[in-house]
């Protein structure tokens, strides 16, 4: 169902995931990854067996067309697994769950939000720079199935206090 303040006609929205959501979950992840997480992973992220983790959706047309894995770290949010089904691609998915992170880590006065990605991945390095984040670091050989190094991406939404 999309939240109240939405007409049940729109499109494309965001919400929490539910336990429900898991098998469409599941599929785009194995759509999307050479060595996809477990479904145990999601499944126990969904039912808080983890109580920092979280998960959203986007619905597209009434399909689950998307998802995103991230996680309460003190004041930041750190994005763990993130993947959009390839037939829903570039009509703004991507995007729509990353304005949901900006909309949820602002109402929570959040200060960093926090995400790896491989160096070669150039679709999803624009779609994270496009919504505020900058290359930070690198990990070295990060990535065990073939030793890909890591980007570390931030988006700083606000200072902080610091004496
Ligand atoms: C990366 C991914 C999440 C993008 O999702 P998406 O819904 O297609 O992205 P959007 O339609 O919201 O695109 C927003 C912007 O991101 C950038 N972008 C998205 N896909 C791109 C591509 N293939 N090449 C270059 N830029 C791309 C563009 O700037 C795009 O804006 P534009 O369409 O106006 O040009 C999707 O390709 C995916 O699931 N890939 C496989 C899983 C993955 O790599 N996840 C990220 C792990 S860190």
């Known amino acids: 169902m999309p939240p109240p303040h939405l007409p049940e006609s729109a499109r494309l929205y965001v919400r929490p995931a539910v ?3 898991l098998d469409d979950i599941v599929e785009i992840e194995r759509a999307s990854f050479d060595a996809p997480w477990p479904r145990s992973g999601f499944r126990d992220e969904l039912a808080c067996v983890n109580s920092a983790a979280r998960i959203a959706v986007a619905v597209r047309d009434g399909e689950i067309a998307g998802f995103m894995n991230y996680w309460h770290v003190d004041d930041e949010r750190h994005v763990l697994n993130f993947a959009v089904h390839p037939k829903h691609r570039r009509c703004g998915v991507g995007r729509a769950l990353l304005d949901y992170l900006h909309e949820v880590a602002r109402a929570d006065d959040v200060h960093l ?5 491989r160096v070669s991945n150039t679709a999803a390095r624009e779609l994270y720079r496009g919504a505020g984040f900058f290359d930070f670091d690198v990990r070295k050989h990060y990535y065990s199935d073939n030793g890909e190094d890591a980007v570390v991406m931030l988006c700083v939404l606000r200072d902080l206090d610091i004496g």
Do not use: I, N, S
Request: negative net charge; without cysteine.
């Open 113 to 117: 939000l926090m995400l790896e990605v």
């Open 19 to 21: 336990l429900a959501d």
